[in-house]
């Protein structure tokens, strides 16, 4: 199925574009040389999968701060024990019990806030507050926080020199499109350009316009770029496995 996208989303594709992250939902293709780049990897946003932190770590073996108040240890082990009694030969949860032990300790952390809100709520942070707390510069940033996003657009702009590269979902673009539109001109003038565009096609697009109701934008400070490519690309894999993932065209 094709999809349209107006023309400030034409941009020139990373020529060392690589997948990070499991198949399907949850990876996303990113510059190999913005993760070389790297000094810190931020994620905003995990769930109960880090398939993209332990891969880019693996590509650059780096300090990473996740945050995300949904995921704990004491969640994870009680969907594991509904998912066994479930079904007892269903061991994903029991090996996603471990995996988290195993990766969330040493330098890496995992802080248990949700990142878009100034409230006394403890559960919420600012994405100052999480600027604070990495106190670096060269940082790759993963942002994947459900519409949360938006509230800080301008936040990432102004710290923009401090982001090696970045991958962000954005949801909702119907209503959004001029703070996308803004938000990708802005670091374009300031060397963190958009690099790859995938659409998620477990959400619809729009009749009237074929517009992705949530894209995958990925920006690069560090990668080499192509004039010439084809969306999807051939390292992107539909986020919903069971449907055939959607042809990007820009528009003139």
Not at 3 to 15: D, N, R
Not at 24 to 35: F, H, R, T, V
Not at 43 to 64: M, T
Not at 151 to 172: Q, S
Request: proline fraction near 2%; aromatic fraction near 14%.
């Amino acid at each position: 199925m094709k999809a349209y996208l107006p023309c400030f989303f034409s941009f020139k594709q990373a020529t060392d574009l690589v997948r990070i992250g499991r198949n399907n939902d949850g990876g996303y293709l990113i510059s190999l040389s913005d993760i070389k780049k790297s000094n810190l990897l931020i994620g905003l946003g995990i769930g109960d999968d880090w398939s993209f932190e332990s891969d880019f770590v693996k590509y650059n073996d780096i300090k990473f701060i996740a945050y995300d108040a949904s995921l704990n240890f004491r969640f994870l082990l009680k969907r594991m024990i509904i998912e066994t009694i479930k079904n007892p030969l269903n061991f994903n949860y029991i090996k996603k019990l471990f995996s988290y032990k195993k990766f969330f300790r040493g330098k890496h952390k995992h802080i248990k806030k949700f990142v878009g809100l100034n409230t006394s709520n403890g559960m919420y942070c600012t994405f100052l507050e999480v600027l604070n707390e990495a106190n670096n510069k060269n940082f790759f940033l993963k942002i994947d926080i459900e519409g949360y996003e938006y509230r800080f657009l301008d936040d990432i702009v102004a710290n923009e020199e401090k982001i090696t590269g970045m991958v962000i979902e954005m949801h909702d673009c119907d209503i959004h499109l001029n703070e996308i539109e803004r938000f990708i001109k802005n670091l374009n003038k300031r060397s963190l350009y958009l690099a790859h565009i995938h659409a998620n096609n477990f959400s619809p697009i729009r009749l009237n316009d074929g517009l992705p109701l949530v894209m995958e934008l990925s920006f690069s400070r560090h990668a080499k770029f192509s004039n010439s490519f084809t969306l999807p690309h051939k390292l992107d894999m539909a986020n919903d496995k069971n449907s055939t993932d959607y042809e990007l065209l820009i528009r003139d």
